[in-house]
T-cell receptor, first 118, second 115 residues
Framework: AQTVTQSQPEMSVQEAETVTLSCTYD???????LFWYKQPPSRQMILVIR??????QNATENRFSVNFQKAAKSFSLKISDSQLGDTAMYFCAFMKLYPGGNTGKLIFGQGTTLQVKP | EAGVVQSPRYKIIEKKQPVAFWCNPISGHNTLYWYLQNLGQGPELLIRYENEEAVDDSQLPKDRFSAERLKGVDSTLKIQPAELGDSAVYLC?????????????FGPGTRLTVL
């Protein structure tokens, strides 16, 4: 069974600084996807960034980037130039594709609460 | 484009009462998911629909939980009877099975409190 572990329950960062959230996962699959989702207090889960396991290049989305280490099964999220609006709970998620399908089951980590301080 | 709509946003009931949650996915999304999110935890899949067919309900406690997705559009998740341990947020998500690893779009969730 796949598992996702986020070892940092809470983190804080000063506005405009950089912060890295850690995530490790366990799987025997070779083809899968990894995601970081953001969940602010409003509870709306929002996709931050996605990484395909077959791609060696790390994904980036504006201020958000990942460090994907497939052999180590590590998938960390770096937030540059942190903003107050980045305050939220961040979930790392693993997607195992359903056989023959184009989608899959998301397995989430426990989450990391990030507080951006002014 | 409207997002995933869920209602109600909050529900408080006494234990042993029935409760139902409603979800309307994004138009055109053929896949619909119900997740359970306990306080301070990540969501866990309860059931997944492809169109009107439940294709993964292995995590759904079938003794008290049921779900339906008539006509492959909106969906209802029901609990009968509710127990204290069912207090949680119930999230609905949808996706379009058009490309690999496609994004699941989440609704705002329904927070259930069982007294």
């Amino acid at each position: 069974a796949q598992t996702v572990t986020q070892s940092q329950p809470e983190m804080s960062v000063q506005e405009a600084e950089t912060v890295t959230l850690s995530c490790t996962y366990d799987t025997s699959e070779s083809n899968y996807y990894l995601f970081w989702y953001k969940q602010p207090p409003s509870r709306q889960m929002i996709l931050v960034i996605r990484q395909e396991a077959y791609k060696q290049q790390n994904a980036t989305e504006n201020r958000f980037s990942v460090n994907f280490q497939k052999a180590a099964k590590s998938f960390s999220l770096k937030i540059s130039d942190s903003q107050l609006g980045d305050t939220a709970m961040y979930f790392c998620a693993f997607m195992k594709l359903y056989p023959g399908g184009n989608t899959g089951k998301l397995i989430f980590g426990q989450g990391t609460t990030l507080q951006v301080k002014p | 484009e409207a997002g995933v709509v869920q209602s109600p946003r909050y529900k408080i009931i006494e234990k042993k009462q029935p409760v139902a949650f409603w979800c309307n996915p994004i138009s055109g999304h053929n896949t619909l998911y119900w997740y359970l999110q306990n306080l301070g935890q990540g969501p866990e899949l309860l059931i997944r629909y492809e169109n009107e067919e439940a294709v993964d309900d292995s995590q759904l406690p079938k003794d008290r939980f049921s779900a339906e997705r008539l006509k492959g559009v909106d969906s209802t998740l029901k609990i009968q009877p509710a127990e204290l341990g069912d207090s949680a947020v119930y999230l609905c998500a949808s996706s379009f099975d058009g490309y690999r690893g496609n994004e699941q779009f989440f609704g705002p969730g329904t927070r259930l409190t069982v007294l």
